[in-house]
């Protein structure tokens, strides 16, 4: 099983491409927390929660996660990269640390060409080229072209007729994963 992550703060999007090419999306909507240590950490280990729970990941399984933005508003940076860490250590626990670390312009490229895609962009290129999982948001968007990378990276792709400007994206997950 391949599991996608784009981690959100907001909606987490999640998508499964099982070993018999079963799938599924999901996006996770943690409450909103007051401000104070004890809620933000309750914010952050929902997601990571749902997250667990709902993929039911096990040794074997591969991960595939976007990186987390960098340049979010200062206001929000320390709870992003703290569920980041959260939720990407505890994922990849579950799967024997084997796990894929894409960037935001890379899973754009792959899933568009562009890696200045927007979301809209992404969001409709994935539902036309994956008509086989149910894409609801733009959070389950990039989850979805998520799997489709780590499924190609693994010799299993399920987009054989994607055009090379799409797959130059790859180029750069050696440099991202070193």
């Not at 939720?87 to 670390?101: E, G, H, M, Q």
């Not at 894409?102 to 969001?123: F, Q």
Request: aromatic letters at 6%.
């Amino acid at each position: 099983m391949i599991l996608g992550v784009d981690f959100s703060i907001t909606g987490t999007g999640l998508a499964i491409l099982g070993d018999n090419g079963a799938t599924d999306t999901c996006t996770i909507k943690p409450p909103k927390d007051d401000g104070t240590v004890q809620s933000i950490a309750e914010r952050l280990t929902f997601i990571a929660d749902k997250a667990e729970a709902w993929s039911d990941l096990a040794r074997g399984d591969f991960l595939v996660f976007e990186s987390p933005l960098h340049h979010a508003p200062s206001a929000h940076r320390g709870k992003i990269l703290g569920g980041w860490w959260i939720t990407a250590a505890r994922l990849a626990r579950a799967v024997n640390d084997s796990a894929l670390v894409v960037s935001p312009k890379t899973r754009a490229k792959y899933a568009t060409g562009n890696g200045n895609a927007d979301k809209k962009a992404v969001l409709e290129q994935v539902r036309a080229r994956y008509p086989q999982f149910v894409v609801r948001n733009d959070n389950e968007a990039d989850a979805v072209a998520l799997v489709a990378i780590a499924a190609r990276m693994l010799g299993r792709p399920i987009d054989p007729d994607l055009p090379e400007t799409n797959l130059s994206a790859l180029q750069a997950l050696n440099k991202e994963n070193q």
